[in-house]
């Protein structure tokens, strides 16, 4: 299945998406705001895609074709001539209708608008245009180029055609596809997120330090990453809002964030992207 490809949001993840599609053989059209932040991205790209070669799992000259199916866009109209076009901004509902809103007027009708939101409804993203059916959730997960997992979440008004369309898609991507409902959360952070709120609520209350609380989880319970690294991974202020959407979706207060996500988020540490978060890095 080949058709054209655009991503809007060009970070963590959208430049993640973006690579792994054209490795695929799509043509990409990826698009944010400004010519510096795409040139951040692209450059992100071509040295993920320079270490793969390096490991034997791309050739340099795949690596070389692969980079140049990539296309800029610095407005989210650029995207009117893909078939199927990955929201991937930030998680903020404002600013993901007002982009749903502009795609459906900007794409043909068989356009499917997909989304990588980790938590906010796809039927509320859906409401902002006129074709719901065309609507779905596309969650990758981090780091897209290497994890495998792709949470496929149909809509209240998701179309039979729109889901197998993008389980095709995911499967050309050497993706593994899951199904989920349009529940807050989804699969994926509904379970992962009060595992990482109730290590937060641990460290704060003094049950055990950050290294040990992550250390349990790690070699006792054979994660490969601990809850508050992995925390720092996702990004603390990814993690905060996803927590608010599951405590307001489901009314119910055991979902609340532990206080010290915002504490982190107000001193600036907002996890690895900003080389600060429940751990220091050395390098952004």
Known sequence: ????????????????????FAVAGFQVTLVDVNEEILNKALS????????????GLLTAQEAEESFKRI???????DARNA?????????????????????D????????????????????????????????????????????????IRGLETSEETYQTVQDLTLTLGKVPVCSK????????????PMINEAAWALREGVAKKEDIDRVMELGM??????????????????????QVLESGFHNAKYAPCPIFQELIQAGRLGRKVGKGFYDYDER
């Open 44 to 55: 992100t790209i071509f040295e993920k895609m320079k270490r793969q070669a390096a490991k």
């Open 71 to 77: 296309h800029r866009g610095i407005q989210v109209e």
């Open 222 to 243: 054979n994660h490969p990453m601990g809850p508050l690294k992995l925390a720092d991974y996702i990004g603390l202020d990814t993690c905060l809002s996803i927590l």
């Open 1 to 20: 299945m080949k058709m054209d490809v655009a991503v809007i949001g060009s970070g963590t993840m959208g430049n993640g998406i973006a690579h792994v």
């Open 182 to 193: 349009d529940s807050p959360g989804f699969i994926s952070n509904r379970v992962l997120m």
């Open 105 to 152: 007027k900007a794409c043909p009708p068989a356009t499917i608008l997909a989304t990588n939101t980790s938590s906010i409804p796809i039927a509320s993203l859906a409401a902002a245009t006129k074709r719901p059916a065309k609507v779905i959730g596309m969650h990758f997960m981090n780091p897209v180029p290497v994890m495998k997992l792709v949470e496929i």
């Open 83 to 103: 078939g199927i076009v990955i929201e991937a901004v930030p998680e903020r509902l404002e600013l993901k209708h007002e982009i749903f809103s502009r795609l």
